[in-house]
């Protein structure tokens, strides 16, 4: 089974300041990486597919990179609508998995 | 446009058995590359994938809940069902389906808003 390990846990950001927050796979997984943010009481929205490409509606402070085991989100000027918890997922191999996820907060 | 609802108990008993349905939109489960998901989320806590069910009726199932787990789908009512066998409090979750595409390198792009189940006698 592939482990995703997202760091870090938790961030507490004042807005329009940049957000990284990086995702590592036990085993290469080539682009097989997307993103996903949550919101409380909600589904979770893709933001980026496949390490890289964002998803249809997704503002442009949303960025993804990275290929093999590292990857990176990118939050270019945090918006207070952003405070979510988000996740990565790996579609390289079944089992299907998920990170951690990573908590952001708004100070 | 593509959506999905979930459907089912509420509260279930131990060692019963959980059906969920999942009611889909916008798109067919009989078109090539094409794909429904179950996954959980038990409060607090992280994301778990269950299971999958492609167009073609091939399916996967995560190995640690597989010997629980059954999926499977009716395509003229647009629906996917999932049930889980011997249900135990841990099990009580949000549980999601979700629309999975991407021919080649997959991910879920639509999402069911979720129903909470709570495993209690």
């Known amino acids: 089974e592939i482990v995703l390990t997202q760091s870090p846990d938790f961030q507490s950001v004042t807005p329009k300041e940049k957000v990284t927050i990086t995702c590592r796979a036990s085993q290469n997984i080539g682009t097989s990486l997307h993103w996903y943010q949550q919101k409380p009481g909600q589904s979770p929205k893709l933001l980026i597919k496949r390490a890289s490409q964002s998803f249809s509606g997704v503002p442009s402070r949303f960025s993804g990179s990275g290929s093999g085991t590292d990857f990176t989100l990118t939050i270019n000027g945090l918006e207070a609508e952003d405070a979510a918890t988000y996740y990565c997922?790996?579609?390289?191999?079944?089992?299907?998995?998920f990170g951690g996820g990573t908590k952001v907060e708004i100070k | 446009q593509i959506s999905l609802k979930e459907s089912g108990p509420a509260l279930v008993k131990p060692t019963q058995t959980l059906t969920l349905t999942c009611t889909f939109s916008g798109f067919s489960l009989s078109t090539r590359e094409v794909a429904v998901g179950w996954i959980r989320q038990p409060p607090g806590k992280a994301l778990e994938w269950l299971a999958l069910?492609?167009?073609?009726?091939?399916?996967h199932y995560s190995p640690s809940l597989q010997s629980r787990l059954t999926i499977s789908k009716d395509t003229s009512k647009n629906q996917v069902v999932l049930t889980m066998t011997n249900i135990d409090p841990v099990d009580t979750a949000a549980y999601y389906c979700a629309h999975r595409t991407g021919s080649g390198n997959w991910y879920f792009d639509y999402w069911g808003q979720g129903i909470l189940v709570t495993i209690s006698s």
């Open positions: 997922h790996q579609s390289f191999i079944f089992p299907l998995t």
């Open positions: 069910i492609y167009w073609d009726n091939s399916k």
